[in-house]
Every structure is written in C-alpha cells, then in structure tokens.
C-alpha cells in the first residue's frame, strides 16, 4: 500500500515539474517579445569564417593635390577635423601655396613694370610723332613757299635767280617727301614697340591668372556635404598636416553615408569556400555589443597582399547591410566579422 502511494505522489511531483516548466519558458518567451530582441536567425552548426574589414561607402568623393604644371610635390597644411561634417562649399584640405605665391608676386611685379613702360612708350610715341609731324607740316610751308617762286615767269627774273627758284623747289619736294618717310616709318616703329609691349602684357596677364587660379586650388573646398574622413599612406598612417605628398595621391574621403557598406578582407586559403549571397554577421570593433547582418554581394577577382607590413594574401569582399545604424557608423570603422558558409533565407535576418 505505501508503494503505491509513493508512486502516485511522484507522478504528481513530476506533473507539476512539467507545468512549472512550461509556464516558466512561456514566461521567458513574452519577455523576450516584449523587449524585441532579434531572433536567432544563424544556427550555431553553420560552419563559418571569421575575418576583418571596415565600414566604407559605395560612393565617395576623393581628394587630392590639384593638377598644378611644375609642381609635382605637395605640403599639407591644413586638413579639416577627421570626423567632422562639413557643408558645401566649406574648405576642408589646403596645401601650401608659398612657392607659387612668390612666382604670383614675380610675375605681377613683371606686369606691373611691363604696364608702366608701355605707358611711357605710348608717350614717347606720341611725342615722337608730333615733332615728326611738325616737320613734315613745316616742309609743306616750305614746298609752298617754293612754289610761288618758281611760278614767277622767266621774264620777270634774272636767268640765276629763275634757276635758282627752280632747285630750290626741287629740294622742298625732296624735303617734304624725306619728312613724309620718315613720320612713316617712326609711326611703324612706336606701333611696332607698342604692339609688341601688349603682347608681353598679355602674356603675363595670363600667367598672373594662372598663378592666381593654382594658389586658389590649394585651397580645396567640399562640394557637397559629408564626414570627412583621412585616407591613409602606403605605410597605412593616416595623412596629416605638414605630411608631403605627391600629385594623384588621396589625402581626404568625403564618403556618402547613405551607400555605407563593409568592406572585408578574406585569407586566400577560404577563397573556394567564398560566394556571393553568403550571409555575415559583423560587429563594429568600437562598439561590440551590437550586431549587424549583411549578405556578401560582391567578391573581387584579384588576390592581393594585405599590406607592405603584413604580407598575408587576401582577396576582397562587399557585403550589403541588413540593418545599418548611421548614429554610430562612419567610413573607416574596423569591424569582426563571420561569414556563414551555408547561404539560404535562414541565414539571413
């Protein structure tokens, strides 16, 4: 008889252990609803790589030394804030100007000199040419003068004096006709120099404003708005002022942060196992506790070595974000990532 009741008073004891359960994990589960916390949606079976990469955006604007002729090296002396958001039209990178400002100086002071003789040849010029005129209009009075006596009849004069008139007529038009020449060719000469003189003028001008535009594309200015961000050297330190750099070479990343994706790096060994749709799973190093899901979209098809430093053969891979927070993301961002092997609907949030 007391087998028997022991037996019952176990069953019941293990009917309530079940109820207890039961409501106790139905309990677990509407809390886990009510906080909305994500689902498990990776299965801890998936077989997965573990890389790294960083956070960059599909598009960007990139900036540089500007395209200066003879200049082929570059000091930075001012980089805006890394971090910062900037607006259109705000200056965010300059180079130094200093040795393309003193050849602005040189050649505005060659203009400046170039200016001032042509204005003192345009009044030599004309102080030439009317004295020349003078002449010429003194040698007019002269042929005229000739003139009237050489019209006096033969009868009237003595043979000397009649031939005398004649020659003498003779000499002011040769007189007025040497004037006429030589107001020609003076004319020429001072439209010559002063031709000549605009030309060099101009010339200058031109390279005035052509220093003028290189020393203001030293300054280089956003064109629209963005987070700046430091590109990095060929020993992967970040470019600063006073660093020299060379023509075509990135300094600074304006990226647009509503196309950011990730950017990771695979070792070459997984590159068979590696395809497009896998899903990842990512955190951004800076903030670890969250998660982030993404489906890789792109692969490259050119193996690479890592860095100069560290020699390790990788290939690259885009992958899309699934639920991107631009409150915390930036461009540049390390990130912790898992690639699933396994690609599917399951794998995927």
């Not at 040698?139 to 006096?152: F, G, P, T, Y």
């Not at 003595?158 to 060719?185: F, G, H, I, P």
């Not at 963005?226 to 990343?253: A, C, L």
């Not at 070792?267 to 899903?279: F, H, L, T």
Request: hydrophobic content about 40%; overall charge neutral; some cysteine.
């Amino acid at each position: 008889m007391k087998k028997h009741q022991r037996t019952a008073v176990g069953s019941v004891s293990g009917l309530m252990t079940l109820v207890v359960t039961v409501m106790l994990a139905a309990t677990l589960g509407g809390c886990r609803s009510e906080h909305n916390e994500p689902p498990v949606v990776m299965a801890e079976t998936t077989e997965v790589v573990r890389v790294t990469g960083e956070i960059e955006s599909a598009s960007s604007a990139f900036f540089g030394p500007p395209a200066v002729p003879n200049i082929w090296r570059y000091t930075i002396s001012f980089m805006a804030p890394e971090g910062r958001k900037v607006k259109a039209g705000t200056p965010i990178l300059r180079f130094d100007p200093q040795a393309l400002m003193a050849q602005l100086r040189d050649k505005s002071n060659a203009l400046n000199e170039k200016q001032k003789k042509l204005e003192k040849q345009q009044i030599v010029a004309r102080e030439v040419v009317a004295e020349l005129r003078l002449k010429r209009q003194e040698a007019k009075s002269d042929l005229d003068k000739a003139r009237l006596k050489a019209d006096i009849p033969v009868e009237l004069l003595a043979s000397r004096d009649y031939q005398e008139n004649k020659l003498v007529l003779k000499q002011a038009e040769l007189t007025l006709m040497l004037r006429m020449a030589e107001l020609q060719k003076e004319q020429r000469v001072q439209d010559t120099e002063i031709t000549i003189l605009k030309r060099e003028i101009a010339v200058l001008d031109s390279e005035v404003a052509q220093f003028q535009g290189s020393v203001d594309s030293m300054t280089i200015k956003a064109a629209s708005e963005g987070v700046v961000i430091h590109t990095v050297d060929r020993r992967n330190n970040k470019h600063e002022v006073g660093d020299n750099v060379w023509m075509g070479r990135r300094v600074m990343e304006l990226p647009d942060l509503s196309q950011l994706q990730v950017h990771l790096e695979v070792p070459e060994r997984e590159s068979a196992r590696i395809a497009v749709g896998q899903a990842v799973k990512f955190v951004v190093d800076a903030v670890p506790e969250q998660q982030f899901y993404g489906e890789i979209v792109a692969l490259a098809s050119v193996i690479h070595t890592k860095s100069r430093s560290q020699p390790a053969r990788v290939f690259d891979a885009v992958v899309s974000m699934k639920n991107p927070d631009l409150s915390i993301m930036r461009p540049g961002m390390s990130v912790s990532a898992e690639i699933h092997l396994e690609p599917g609907p399951g794998n995927s949030p």
